[in-house]
């Protein structure tokens, strides 16, 4: 079983910066490819980024690429997800997410743990 807690959202102006966390509980880090989603008000939720349990395969969305990186500390259990020029459209709900296997993957359905987010709020 593992437990995600995200921090570190909150509202920015456009062109701004935030980095997200997520804390993970459990003694395998380093064996959960992890993830980055977010969910917009009436919008179905998307992938934004994902990475290895080693953290040397990583993925985006053409959307955030080239603004956003995600990385791991495995030491620290924790995920991160570096936001840079920022936009109105990234405006969301952020979720991390885990699975049981070290790829990573772009699908939600392939992910087993989930937390509860935390909003992202990009002003014009």
């Known amino acids: 079983q593992v437990q995600l807690v995200e921090s570190g959202g909150g509202l920015v102006q456009a062109g701004g910066s935030l980095r997200l966390s997520c804390a993970a509980s459990?003694?395998?880090?380093?064996?959960?490819?992890m993830g980055w989603f977010r969910q917009a008000p009436g919008k179905e939720r998307e992938f934004v980024a994902a990475i290895s349990g080693s953290g040397v395969t990583r993925s985006y969305a053409d959307s955030v690429k080239g603004r956003f990186t995600i990385s791991r500390d495995n030491a620290k259990n924790t995920l991160y997800l570096l936001m840079n020029s920022l936009k109105p459209e990234d405006t969301a709900v952020y979720l991390c997410?885990?699975?049981?296997?070290?790829?990573?993957?772009?699908?939600?359905?392939?992910?087993?743990?989930w937390g509860q987010g935390t909003q992202v709020t990009v002003s014009s």
């Open positions: 459990g003694r395998t880090f380093s064996s959960y490819g």
């Open positions: 997410a885990a699975r049981g296997r070290w790829q990573a993957t772009y699908r939600s359905v392939d992910y087993d743990y």
